[in-house]
């Protein structure tokens, strides 16, 4: 049994001690087994509980939440396209996010009968805990206890409004989809996680490549043809009022700079050209660090290979698409949003990185307390506090 294997095994799931693997129906659970019992379920979901708490708490403190939420990120762009959803009416609307998130925005909203700005923030909540919840049974509660309380970017997301934690809730239900081999189901998620955020179509044409090398005939053909069907029903509202399938996809390119380009090129220019204070450099490079580091132990690491073996479809997703995250082309995003960026593929990095990681309670209890807190006051401001 490969040290990864044992690693990612035991404690929460795993009824006969003398086996490394948990029977579930039709879905076998192998998971790393760490040398420390790792958090259970409840643990896991309490510490996201917790973190969310803790965040929520830090903006109260400083500032109106609704006001937190409209000057973050892209949450107020959102909002725009999700209430030009809800009323079908695109008259003057500024294309440019990807409409899946405000899809389900919308819906929120007309089903619960709550404000945009309420619905926006239920659904990232929702999908942050199914998220957690997902990444927990598919590779264990320290792994599912990192993931949640180390980026950043995923809390500001996940608490402030953001696609990500939708997309991320998409890509992780198809993989245990495809662990339960109910690869249908599989493709649809990964379909939709393609609407959310697009980079998602490496997780459906990895399910595509898999029913392949299994000679799964009849399910690969059903397979892209759900994904050729929430493809199409996505893009028609964009051709009916936009006049252009691509009209989202056009939005992020100047016509003069190519999307993607070499690695690493437009991270290291636009730290050259745009300067950012010492925190954030280090935060931004500790992640680029960290994420080259994992790619380096996949290459090297025997025994990640066994896992790779274990399930195509998880590393058929992750490495083209982190991968692409280090191609992306436009020094101004390149280097500052790849903490962002870089988040689906995060667990797959963690268990590459599964030896190196400090198992213990307190420390992932003491990260569950002062990261929220930090991720609140970065996306508030720390520099604009302090003034």
């Known amino acids: 049994m490969s040290s990864i294997q044992a690693s990612i095994a035991a404690s929460e799931f795993v009824e006969d001690p003398s086996s490394d693997a948990t029977t579930r129906g039709s879905l076998t659970i192998v998971r790393p087994t760490y040398p420390y019992s790792a958090p259970s379920f409840l643990e896991i979901m309490s510490l996201t509980l917790v973190g969310s708490l803790l965040f929520a708490g830090t903006i109260l403190l400083f500032s109106r939440y609704g006001l937190a939420v409209e000057s973050f990120g892209d949450s107020s762009a959102y909002e725009s ?6 009323r079908w009416t695109f008259n003057g609307l500024q294309i440019k996010q990807f409409w899946g998130y405000p899809y389900a925005v919308a819906a929120v909203a007309i089903v619960a ?17 199914v998220t957690i919840a997902l990444a927990y049974r598919l590779w264990g509660g320290w792994i599912a206890g990192f993931f949640a309380i180390l980026n950043f970017a995923w809390m500001q997301r996940s608490f402030l409004g953001g696609s990500e934690p939708l997309a991320v809730a998409l890509i992780f239900g198809a993989f245990l989809a495809v662990r339960q081999k109910h690869y249908l189901s599989a493709a649809l998620l990964a379909a939709l996680s393609t609407i959310v955020r697009p980079l998602g179509i490496f997780c459906l044409v990895g399910i595509g490549i898999d029913l392949l090398c299994r000679r799964q005939y009849k399910k690969l053909p059903l397979s892209v043809l759900i994904g050729a069907i929430v493809g199409a029903l996505s893009v028609l509202p964009l051709i009916a009022h936009f006049g252009s399938a691509f009209a989202t996809v ?21 730290t050259i050209l745009y300067p950012a204070p010492l925190t954030n450099l280090l935060l931004s490079f500790g992640w680029i660090v960290l994420v080259l580091a994992g790619l380096l132990r996949m290459i090297k690491n025997s025994d990640f290979h066994s896992y790779a073996k274990e399930h195509p479809v998880e590393i058929l997703f992750a490495l083209p698409y982190t991968l692409f995250v280090f191609c992306y082309n436009y020094p101004v995003f390149a280097r500052s949003n790849f903490p962002r960026f870089i988040i689906p593929a995060l667990p797959i990095v963690f268990v590459a990185l599964a030896t190196w990681l400090p198992l213990k309670r307190r420390v992932i209890w003491a990260l569950g307390v002062v990261m929220p807190t930090l991720a609140a006051l970065s996306a508030l401001g720390i520099r604009h506090l302090m003034r």
Do not use: H
Not at 81 to 86: C, K, L, W, Y
Not at 113 to 129: A, D, E, H, M, P
Not at 259 to 270: E, Q, S, V
């Open 81 to 86: 396209v999700a209430s030009a959803i809800q």
């Open 113 to 129: 009968r709550v404000s945009i700005q309420t619905s926006l923030l239920l659904v990232s909540w929702i999908s942050c805990f």
């Open 250 to 270: 056009r939005s992020y390119q100047d016509g003069s700079t190519a999307l993607f380009g070499y690695p690493l090129y437009a991270i290291i220019k636009g």
